[in-house]
């Protein structure tokens, strides 16, 4: 199976996401555009630190997708926190944070599916060249 093929049959199954949002109508509006963008997706939303922490460690998410300003834990200490349990995923925060995988504006999601879509690729690139003895 080549990459490519990977991805295609990857993206048919409803991603794992991982969702770090305080507030309930950004993300229904995060859900609300990834649906339109027919990508198929189970997002967890999870407001609190204990349980951020306990489903990186339970596993199964990728991508993370965070709210930059997450009063509870903060993006910083969030991607900090996700790079220790989980370095291996890739992390994308609503409203921008430089050291994250990728960052977008929430008013303007235009970009959030193709970046969903970036981020699972890469991450199968990866796996595909681990499994397959390629060095990444």
């Known amino acids: ?11 048919k199954k ?17 859900r609300s ?3 339109s963008e027919k990508i198929a997706c189970d997002p ?9 922490v306990s489903a990186l460690e339970k596993g199964g998410y990728a991508p993370i997708l965070a ?18 349990i989980r370095p291996e995923l890739p992390s ?4 921008g944070a430089a050291d994250a995988t990728d960052h977008l504006l929430k008013p303007d999601l235009l970009r ?4 969903i879509r ?11 060249e681990i499994i397959n003895g390629a060095h990444v």
């Open 1 to 11: 199976m080549t990459i490519d093929s990977a991805v295609n049959l990857s993206l």
């Open 118 to 128: 970036c981020a699972a690729h890469d991450q199968l690139r990866t796996g595909f």
């Open 92 to 95: 994308i925060f609503l409203s």
């Open 67 to 84: 709210d930059y300003l997450q009063l509870q834990i903060g993006d910083r200490a969030a991607l900090k926190i996700a790079l220790e």
């Open 14 to 30: 409803p991603l794992s996401i991982l969702h770090l949002e305080d507030n309930l109508s950004d993300a229904e509006l995060v």
């Open 112 to 115: 959030l599916a193709p970046v």
């Open 44 to 52: 967890l939303r999870v407001e609190h630190l204990a349980s951020f």
């Open 33 to 35: 555009k990834l649906a």
